[in-house]
Antibody, heavy 120, light 106 residues
Framework: EVRLVESGGDLVQPGRSLKLSCLAS????????MHWIRQAPGKGLEWIAS????????YYADILKGRFTISRDNARNTLYLEMTSLRSEDTALYYC?????????????WGQGVMVTVSS | EIVLTQSPTTMAASPGDKVTLTCRAS?????MYWFQQKSGTSPRLWIY???KLASGVPNRFSGSGSGTSYSLTISSLETEDTAAYYC?????????FGGGTKLELK
């Protein structure tokens, strides 16, 4: 059974940093690209970052302006998202999701999400 | 960036109704993907490659479309179908989502 379990969410002050983790199981982690997608309270889904299966290439949403870094440790089956200079607008539920690519990219499995609240 | 516009934003329908949700793309995407999200849960892949049902999805659901216009149809609405539905394109980076349609019972 594919499982993605996020952790590391917290209430943090504006300007601080936070690192999220996503532990994968039930599949060969190193074979899949992985993504972070967030959802602000009461809002829709917003893609924010992705990393290729070997970790060589990373992609980010333009709105992040270099504040977030996605990484992975294939030996630990873990995906990370390091977030710096956090702002109130970063408050959201953060999901990790597995990428499936055949005809196009899409997300076939999602974690349960982890809440990040940025507030003073 | 390809922008996806879903309509309607909110919809109320009665059990047994035929329901159609639409998703329009700002450029051709070739394939569309749909996710169902029930309150308090993670999104779940619902329809892939425009018209294929994900595992466990009832066959009252169907997907269709091409180019820039896509739809998700429920042939006969059941109470368990109340949820938000999001479309997503993966033809070009960045992958983008529509704003969602919230489907409620009348």
């Amino acid at each position: 059974e594919v499982r993605l379990v996020e952790s590391g969410g917290d209430l943090v002050q504006p300007g601080r940093s936070l690192k999220l983790s996503c532990l994968a199981s039930g599949f060969t982690f190193s074979n899949y690209g992985m993504h972070w997608i967030r959802q602000a309270p009461g809002k829709g889904l917003e893609w924010i970052a992705s990393i290729t299966n070997g970790g060589t290439y990373t992609y980010y949403a333009d709105i992040l302006k270099g504040r977030f870094t996605i990484s992975r440790d294939n030996a630990r089956n873990t995906l990370y998202l390091e977030m710096t200079s956090l702002r109130s607008e970063d408050t959201a539920l953060y999901y990790c999701a597995r990428e499936y690519y055949e005809l196009s990219y899409y997300f076939d499995y999602w974690g349960q999400g982890v809440m990040v609240t940025v507030s003073s | 960036e390809i922008v996806l516009t879903q309509s309607p934003t909110t919809m109320a329908a009665s059990p047994g109704d035929k329901v159609t949700l639409t998703c329009r793309a700002s450029s051709s995407v070739k394939y569309m993907y749909w996710f169902q999200q029930k309150s308090g849960t993670s999104p779940r892949l619902w329809i892939y490659d425009t018209s294929k049902l994900a595992s466990g999805v009832p066959n009252r659901f169907s997907g269709s479309g091409s180019g820039t216009s896509y739809s998700l149809t429920i042939s006969s609405l059941e109470t368990e179908d109340t949820a938000a539905y999001y479309c997503q394109q993966g033809r070009t980076y960045p992958p983008t989502f529509g704003g969602g349609t919230k489907l409620e019972l009348k």
